[in-house]
Structures are given as structure tokens and as C-alpha cells.
């Protein structure tokens, strides 16, 4: 029995261990009740491992083989990879989606212009009466409910300096091509990308079918149909503030929205300037907007992350608490392969996106195959049009992601544990909304933006 009661010793030191710690980073992530319930666990665990030292009953030894006893049934249940297998199925399909169609190519439609005339007279007359509800409405953080002076101003200020950079996303390609090794290229590409502030960088072939159709944004002409011209996607991520996120609905979380497209924006255009001073075709896709090409579906197969149930790349480090990068290029480099780690089958049960969505945009029901993927459907539209009701992108969604927790050690030791199975995925998913809770709680604005600000606003 001694090594029974030893056994017992470390799993309760362990215990003990996990919750300070667990109680310790909450408290630096300023997430109250997730503190305070660590906190009292680790204080009854405390008890229970001094209780194990000075008492000796044959009940307690009945608690130390239970204890063991549910450890083991623990662990054997965290190793069996029951639905792991789970995949994003994609199909054979050759649709594309038409720039002009997205969301935010309809919401630079002005009532007046020729864009307006001929969107809604000849390609889409029976979008033009929900489309007009949002034309009256301000632009994103330029007024609604949430619609805050001395912050909001500065999105525009981000977003004002990514707009100088939409013609610098192409160019002249140098006229001596440089020879070089397709691996070792990669390499190269990859550790140059990081270096320029990239935090996961992946390879992908290019599928024409994530290419967009027709330009709906940007300096170039408006209609024109896109011709795809390369080879190999160079996708990559940039890690999103937690503290800023855990605002949403509220504006900085569109203060960093707009830093990170920012930061991207630099990434990309130097990225493809470099490749073609070697001698390749290369093109940087950026926000405000100059992309030709669809970001999730590339930084899924460059292995950046999963797709989840709210539309968002899910990634193993972050969660979905990333903003992406793309440069397409013709420069010979080695493709990845998709990584998959369980989100399939988290979001089938999580549901926690779905349920605190205010527009009630992201589908609580299955998925659906679109243009040959199956996945969960977002409904752009209600989406779209609640950001310009409150004038913010809210990103409750990212917030509330059990996956989007902050970066640090302790984080990532439960994302990892989560990839081991469907059983630690449900464990994650309870722990998740018993230290969390099912709602967002709200949070006081970082100090530096405080000054001159009013009180927070109810959504």
C-alpha cells in the first residue's frame, strides 16, 4: 500500500502544482473567475495533499486507490485517438467566388456611383434592398454604438497607411533570374518571412479555385477577371494581443485587427519585392484591399491551421487569434501538407462561437459543402451588418474560442493535451466553461487607451 500512497503524494502534488499555476496566469490575463476558481481548487487540493502526510485510516487509503485508480482510467481515456482522423473534406470543384459579391466590396458601393448603377442594376438586382440597409449605416469604426472618437480614429489611422501600400504589391521582376535550389529556397523563404515579424509560415500549391474571379476592390479596374499566374502560395500568420481581443465586441480589438493587417500588409509586399529582385514573378495580397486570392483556404493547406465552425483558421499555437498573410510567387519551392489536431470534431460539440455571435451569423447545425468544401457556413450578411451597426468587427467569436486563450507555456500544455483525443477535447471544452463561463466577460480597456475615454457602452 506504501507505493499506493506515494503514488497518491505525487498526483495531488501535481494537482496542487497545475492550479497555483493555473491561478497565477489567470491572474495576469486579468480573467477573473477563471483566478478565483483555480485558486480555490488549488486551496482544496492543498488540504488534501497535507491530509495524505499526517493521516493514516483505512479511508484514506480507500481515497488514495481511487485517487490512482481515476488517474489511470484518466490517462488511458486522453491517449485513445477516438476521432482523430477527422479531416476537412474537400471536393472536386472548379466555382470561384466573384470579389465584387464579397461583403466588403458591397459596402463600398455608394448610392450614386457607377459601381452602384451597375451592381445592383445589372449583376445582382435582389441584393440591392438588404445592401442599402448598411449603405445608410456608418463605416466601421467611423460611427455606431460603439463608436468611440479618440479610439476609433486610429483604425482609420492603420488602415489610411495600408491603403499607401496597395500599389506597391506587384512590380518589374529583375531580368537576371538566379538559380536556386527548390528545399533550400524554402528554407530561406520561411526564415526571411519570420524574420520580417511572420509567426507561422507555411507553403502551399496554388489552386486556381481559391482564386477570386473578378476584381471587387482595390486600384485595379473593377470587374476585371483575374488570371492566375503562379505556382506556389507562401501563406502566413500573425499573432493577435490577447488582452486587446478579450475586448470584443468593444474597439480595440478593431485597433488590433487593423495593427496586425498592417503588420501583414509590410510582411507581404517586401516578401514578393524580394523575389523579385531574384528574378520571379512574385505578389504580395493585401487588406484595403488588393487580394486576388482567398487567405484561409491557402494557410490551410500550408498547414497554418485548421478551419473552424466560425470561419476562421484555427491554429495550434494561437487559436483562431491570428490575422493572415499571402504571397503568391513562381519561385520553386516545396509545399506542406494540411495539419490536422482536432478542431473538426472540437467545433462539432464546442458550439461556444455560434451561441455568444450577437448576429447570430455562425451556424449552431452541421456543415454544409460550399464550392466543394464541407464546412460550416458563416452568413457573411448578418455579420457584416452588425459590424456597421456597432462599428466595430467584434470578434466575440475569436474571444470566446477556447482554442484563442493567451500564449504562454500553460496555454499551450492544454492545446497540446487537446490534440490527443476526443475524450481531452470534451475535458478542455468542460474545464473551458467551468473557469470561463459560457459568456464573455467584459474587460477593462488596456491603460494607455483609457485617457479621455467614457464609460464602456452596453452592446
Not at 474597439?251 to 496586425?260: G, N, R
Not at 509545399?335 to 449552431?364: H, Y
Not at 464546412?375 to 456597421?388: A, S, T
Request: glycine share 6%; proline share 5%.
Amino acid at each position: 500500500m506504501k507505493i499506493i500512497h506515494y503514488i497518491s503524494l505525487i498526483l495531488w502534488g501535481f494537482i496542487t502544482t497545475f492550479f497555483v499555476l493555473f491561478s497565477l496566469y489567470s491572474i495576469k490575463e486579468k480573467e477573473k473567475r477563471a483566478a478565483v476558481r483555480a485558486g480555490l481548487i488549488f486551496v482544496i487540493s492543498v488540504g488534501i495533499f497535507i491530509l495524505q502526510l499526517f493521516v493514516k485510516t483505512e479511508l484514506l487509503s480507500k481515497f488514495q486507490m481511487t485517487t490512482v485508480a481515476g488517474f489511470v482510467i484518466f490517462a488511458i481515456a486522453s491517449i485513445i485517438p477516438y476521432r482523430n482522423h477527422l479531416k476537412l473534406r474537400i471536393l472536386p470543384s472548379e466555382e470561384r467566388v466573384d470579389e465584387r459579391d464579397t461583403m466588403f466590396a458591397r459596402g463600398e458601393y455608394i448610392p450614386g456611383t457607377r459601381k452602384y448603377e451597375i451592381y445592383y442594376t445589372k449583376l445582382h438586382p435582389e441584393k440591392k434592398e438588404f445592401d442599402d440597409i448598411f449603405h445608410s449605416l456608418p463605416d466601421v469604426c467611423e460611427g455606431g454604438s460603439l463608436y468611440e472618437p479618440l479610439n476609433s480614429k486610429i483604425c482609420g489611422a492603420e488602415f489610411s497607411f495600408i491603403t499607401n501600400l496597395l500599389n506597391a504589391v506587384d512590380g518589374e521582376v529583375a531580368e537576371e533570374k538566379i538559380e536556386v535550389n527548390p528545399e533550400e529556397m524554402t528554407k530561406r523563404i520561411k526564415g526571411f518571412t519570420r524574420y520580417l515579424g511572420a509567426d507561422l509560415v507555411g507553403i502551399a500549391p496554388v489552386e486556381e479555385r481559391y482564386f477570386y474571379s473578378h476584381v471587387g476592390r482595390g486600384p485595379e479596374e473593377w470587374g476585371k477577371e483575374i488570371e492566375v499566374k503562379h505556382k506556389y502560395a507562401i501563406s502566413f500568420a500573425v499573432e493577435m494581443d490577447y488582452e486587446m481581443v478579450s475586448n470584443a465586441p468593444f474597439i480595440p480589438t478593431s485597433i488590433e485587427s487593423a495593427k496586425q493587417y498592417e503588420r501583414a500588409a509590410l510582411i507581404s509586399v517586401t516578401l514578393a519585392n524580394y523575389i523579385r529582385s531574384i528574378g520571379y514573378s512574385a505578389r504580395a495580397h493585401i487588406s484595403e484591399s488588393n487580394y486576388q486570392a482567398m487567405l484561409p483556404p491557402f494557410a490551410y493547406l500550408a498547414g497554418i491551421g485548421e478551419l473552424g465552425r466560425m470561419g476562421y483558421i484555427i491554429t495550434k499555437e494561437f487559436g483562431p487569434r491570428v490575422r493572415l498573410g499571402l504571397v503568391t510567387t513562381n519561385l520553386p519551392l516545396v509545399p506542406d501538407k494540411p495539419r490536422t489536431f482536432g478542431v473538426q470534431d472540437f467545433c462539432t460539440f464546442c458550439k461556444k462561437c455560434a451561441e455568444n455571435c450577437p448576429s447570430r451569423a455562425i451556424p449552431l447545425g452541421d456543415k454544409t459543402v460550399v464550392r466543394g468544401v464541407e464546412k460550416w457556413q458563416i452568413d457573411y450578411e448578418k455579420c457584416y451588418l452588425f459590424w456597421r451597426k456597432i462599428g466595430t468587427d467584434c470578434a466575440l467569436c475569436m474571444y470566446t474560442c477556447p482554442y484563442g486563450k493567451a500564449t504562454n507555456l500553460f496555454h499551450s500544455l492544454i492545446r497540446s493535451y487537446s490534440t490527443l483525443s476526443h475524450f481531452a477535447r470534451r475535458v478542455c471544452k468542460i474545464g473551458d466553461d467551468f473557469f470561463y463561463g459560457r459568456k464573455p466577460r467584459k474587460k477593462a480597456y488596456p491603460e494607455w487607451m483609457k485617457p479621455g475615454l467614457k464609460k464602456h457602452k452596453k452592446v
